[in-house]
């Protein structure tokens, strides 16, 4: 089954837990999945990565934003593309909504320039479904207190309001295609729910 599903939401919302289990999931259902990240998911994506992730340096907006987008057209082209070209089912940890919420609300960079750069990274290719890991930012903070954060996840609370604002907005935006779950609820909640809507709408 050709399929494109990505998560999304803060750090803390779960969404790597989930994706990891939806993995299990459609595997188990004998479906061919490619699980990814990112930025990542190639030699290039993941040294990109860690540049985004740990640099100590200091990121200049527009580089942080040029650098994902390098990250993605490397991802789009060697990984997502031809998985969906072989009929697989391709789960992905974040895809461009995040750059839409982090850098251009959050980093308040022009949305609509970020569009362009986001439609020329991915050759024009939009997730089948994105399942949008709702949570308020207390909680996300309370359940990531005791992580070691890096250079996204370090920034301020303000940043933060700005992020859950553009992915509310989004969301708003793009109901045809975004799933929003109350992550809020334990693991195995979330999960059923993220089930239910695969069964509702495939059938697996």
């Given at each position: 089954?050709?399929?494109?599903?990505?998560?999304?939401?803060?750090?803390?919302?779960?969404?790597?837990?989930?994706?990891?289990?939806?993995?299990?999931?459609?595997?188990?259902?004998?479906?061919?999945?490619?699980?990814?990240?990112?930025?990542?998911?190639?030699?290039?994506?993941?040294?990109?990565?860690?540049?985004?992730?740990?640099?100590?340096?200091?990121?200049?907006?527009?580089?942080?934003?040029f650098?994902?987008?390098?990250?993605?057209?490397?991802?789009?082209?060697?990984?997502?593309?031809?998985?969906?070209?072989?009929?697989?089912?391709?789960?992905?940890?974040?895809?461009?909504?995040?750059?839409?919420?982090?850098?251009?609300?959050?980093?308040?960079?022009?949305i609509?320039k970020?569009?362009?750069?986001?439609?020329?990274?991915?050759?024009?290719?939009?997730?089948?479904?994105?399942?949008y890991?709702?949570?308020?930012?207390?909680?996300?903070?309370?359940?990531?207190?005791?992580?070691?954060?890096?250079?996204?996840?370090?920034?301020?609370?303000?940043?933060?309001?700005r992020?859950?604002?553009?992915?509310?907005?989004?969301?708003?935006?793009e109901?045809?295609?975004?799933?929003?779950?109350?992550?809020t609820?334990?693991?195995?909640?979330?999960?059923?729910?993220?089930?239910?809507?695969?069964?509702?709408?495939?059938?697996?």
């Open positions: 089954m050709k399929l494109f599903i990505t998560f999304e939401g803060i750090d803390g919302c779960g969404k790597t837990t989930q994706l990891h289990l939806l993995q299990d999931y459609l595997t188990r259902k004998g479906e061919k999945v490619t699980l990814i990240r990112e930025p990542g998911g190639t030699k290039l994506s993941e040294t990109i990565r860690q540049i985004l992730l740990n640099s100590k340096e200091s990121i200049n907006y527009l580089t942080e934003l650098l994902f987008e390098s990250a993605r057209a490397e991802l789009t082209e060697k990984v997502i593309l031809p998985a969906l070209n072989r009929n697989e089912i391709v789960l992905c940890d974040r895809f461009y909504d995040s750059t839409t919420a982090y850098q251009g609300y959050g980093r308040m960079i022009d609509s970020i569009e362009v750069l986001n439609k020329l990274a991915t050759n024009g290719l939009e997730p089948d479904i994105t399942f890991l709702r949570i308020p930012l207390e909680i996300a903070k309370e359940r990531t207190k005791s992580k070691s954060l890096d250079r996204m996840e370090s920034a301020d609370i303000e940043f933060y309001k992020v859950i604002n553009g992915f509310d907005e989004i969301y708003e935006k109901k045809h295609r975004i799933v929003k779950i109350d992550a609820n334990n693991i195995d909640s979330v999960h059923q729910s993220i089930l239910v809507y695969i069964h509702n709408r495939l059938n697996i």
